[in-house]
C-alpha cells in the first residue's frame, strides 16, 4: 500500500485512461521520448542558429567585399549562441518535448482539470505552496552550507548562462526563469513522468525515479568543470527539489501548486545571484 494516500482532489486519482502495460516501462518510455524529442529540437534550433549566422556573415562579407571564409574557419567564426539565443532553445527544446508528451500520453480529462481548478480555490494549497518553498529553501541552504564545511561548493553547470543573461536580458531572464521554465519542467517531470506511476498507484517509485531524471538534466556528469563530490551534492540538492514539488502536487491535487513552488525557488536564486553573485 501507498505511504502517499491520494486526496480526493488529486488529479493523479481519477485516470486518463486505461493503464496499459507496466506503468514503469511507460515511465521509461515517456522519458526517451522525452529525451529524444528535447535533443532534437536543441540539434534543430542550434541548425538553424548557424545558417542564420553563415547568411549573416555572408551579407557581411557581400557588402565590404571580402572573400568568403574558408569552410574549415567557419566553426570558430561562427562561434557560441549568446545567452538570448540559448534561453530561447532552452524554452523550445524542453518545453516542446514537455508539450509533446502531455497531449500525446498523458492529457488531462475535463475531471482533472475541474478538481485542479477547485483545489486553487483552497487556501490549503496555497498553505502547502508557501510551506514547500520554505522548506527547499531551508533545505538548499542546509546542503549548501554542510558541503562548504566539506570544502565541496560546485558551480551549476548554467550559472555562466544566468550570469550572462542577468547582465543582457535581465527581464526575459526573470520571465523565463520564475514563469516559463517552472511551467514546462512541472509539466515534463511531475504532470507525465512523476503523474504516471502517482495514478498506477506507486507515488513512492515515482517521486524517486522523476526526481532522478529531473536532477540528471540540471547537471549532467562531463558538462561541466564539478568533480564526483560536487555532482553528487547538486544531485541532493536537485533531487530533493524534485521530490518536494512532487509531493505537494500530490497532495494539493494541481500541478498550478508545484509550478508556483518552483517559481519562487528560482525567485530566490535569482535574487541571490543579483545581491552575492552567489546562486
Not at 541552504?141 to 555562466?160: F, H, K, M, Y
Not at 543573461?165 to 526573470?174: E, G, I, R
Not at 509539466?187 to 532522478?212: D, M, N, Q, T
Not at 555532482?231 to 509550478?259: D, E
Request: glycine share 10%; net charge positive.
Amino acid at each position: 500500500m501507498s505511504a502517499l494516500p491520494p486526496l480526493p482532489s488529486s488529479p493523479d486519482a481519477s485516470s486518463t485512461g486505461p493503464q496499459r502495460g507496466s506503468p514503469v516501462g511507460g515511465f521509461f518510455l515517456d522519458l526517451l521520448i522525452g529525451a529524444a524529442t528535447l535533443l532534437g529540437l536543441s540539434l534543430l534550433c542550434s541548425l538553424a542558429w548557424g545558417l542564420w549566422r553563415a547568411f549573416q556573415m555572408g551579407l557581411d562579407a557581400a557588402r565590404t567585399g571580402a572573400a568568403p571564409p574558408a569552410a574549415a574557419d567557419m566553426a570558430q567564426l561562427l562561434g557560441q549562441p549568446g545567452a538570448l539565443t540559448q534561453l530561447l532553445i532552452a524554452l523550445v527544446s524542453t518545453g516542446g518535448a514537455a508539450l509533446l508528451l502531455y497531449f500525446w500520453r498523458r492529457p488531462a480529462t475535463a475531471l482533472e482539470r475541474t478538481k485542479s481548478l477547485q483545489a486553487l480555490r483552497r487556501a490549503s494549497t496555497w498553505g502547502w505552496t508557501l510551506l514547500v518553498a520554505a522548506c527547499v529553501f531551508a533545505g538548499t541552504s542546509l546542503i549548501g552550507w554542510a558541503a562548504r564545511q566539506l570544502e565541496i561548493e560546485p558551480l551549476p553547470t548554467n550559472l555562466p548562462l544566468m550570469e550572462q543573461a542577468l547582465a543582457n536580458f535581465p527581464v526575459f531572464l526573470v520571465v523565463f526563469a520564475v514563469v516559463l521554465a517552472p511551467a514546462y519542467e512541472e509539466l515534463l517531470f511531475r504532470r507525465v513522468l512523476f503523474g504516471r506511476l502517482s495514478a498506477a498507484g506507486r507515488p513512492v517509485l515515482g517521486i524517486v525515479l522523476s526526481s532522478a531524471a529531473f536532477a540528471l538534466m540540471h547537471e549532467i556528469p562531463g558538462t561541466s568543470a564539478n568533480g564526483p563530490a560536487e555532482i553528487l551534492q547538486l544531485w541532493l540538492i536537485y533531487g530533493g527539489m524534485g521530490a518536494a514539488f512532487a509531493w505537494l502536487y500530490r497532495r494539493t491535487g494541481t500541478l498550478w501548486a508545484a509550478i508556483a513552488a518552483h517559481g519562487i525557488n528560482n525567485a530566490i536564486a535569482l535574487t541571490a545571484l543579483v545581491l552575492s553573485g552567489t546562486p
